[in-house]
């Protein structure tokens, strides 16, 4: 099993719909990250959480939402799909134990706001 | 300003010869630096960190630091065509973790 999961893996849904892309972790680690990649644009940063008291705005978050529920759990919401918001969304987490806290990725998860 | 910078190549480099990719971050505050590599409709693996200059060796990868020039690169030696990917470089800055664009690798056979 991945160490970083998330659900679903395709998503098609309409203009307008509230959508949750979901990620859980069995890596233990604090620090959990949202990103959207865009053909050309790579990696940008969305929301990112050092713990479940401890939400943050990334560089793009408008027009999304966040939720740690618990340590291991960070769902990203888009309360009103808009097709620009078509994109591949990464979850990702991170260990704040560790100097150079590198980022270990989930298997992505593919929108398409029609 | 773009925080990282990557040139989006792509990169056309002969199977066999050295493919030398570069990176240059904006932040000084910037500790810790990552190349990941990504195959297409993949998630990004980790190939190398690096958070002292210098040089660092893994196998057939090297990663390169100058902090005075906010420089980081990354070779790779005797390229295969499995190396044909995209190369992303990442910066941890206040436990955010930036990436570039990526550039696109072609080892061509």
């Known amino acids: 099993d991945a160490d970083v999961t998330q659900t679903p893996r395709n998503r098609i849904t309409k203009t307008g719909k509230r959508i949750m892309l979901e990620c859980s972790q069995t890596?233990?680690?604090?620090?959990m990250y949202w990103y959207r990649q865009d053909p050309g644009l790579g990696l940008r940063l969305i929301y990112y959480?050092?713990?479940?008291?401890?939400?943050n705005k990334g560089e793009i978050s408008d027009g999304y939402s966040v939720s740690r529920q618990a340590q291991a759990k960070f769902s990203l919401s888009l309360e009103s799909a808009i097709p620009n918001q078509t994109a591949l969304y990464f979850c990702a987490t991170s260990d704040s134990g560790r100097g150079y806290t590198e980022a270990f990725f989930g298997q992505g998860t593919r929108l398409t706001v029609v | 300003q773009k925080e990282v910078e990557q040139n989006s190549g792509p990169l056309s480099v002969p199977e066999g010869a050295i493919a030398s990719l570069n990176c240059t971050y904006s932040d000084r505050g910037s500790q810790s630096f990552f190349w990941y590599r990504q195959y297409s409709g993949k998630s990004p693996e980790l190939i190398m960190f690096i958070y002292s200059n210098g040089d660092k060796e893994d196998g057939r990868f090297t990663a390169q630091l100058n902090k005075a020039s906010q420089y980081v690169s990354l070779l790779i030696r005797d390229s295969q065509p499995s190396d044909s990917a995209t190369y992303l470089c990442a910066v941890r800055r206040d436990d955010k973790i930036i990436f570039g664009k990526g550039t696109r690798l072609h080892i061509l056979p």
């Open positions: 959480s050092f713990d479940v008291k401890d939400i």
């Open positions: 890596k233990g680690h604090d620090r």
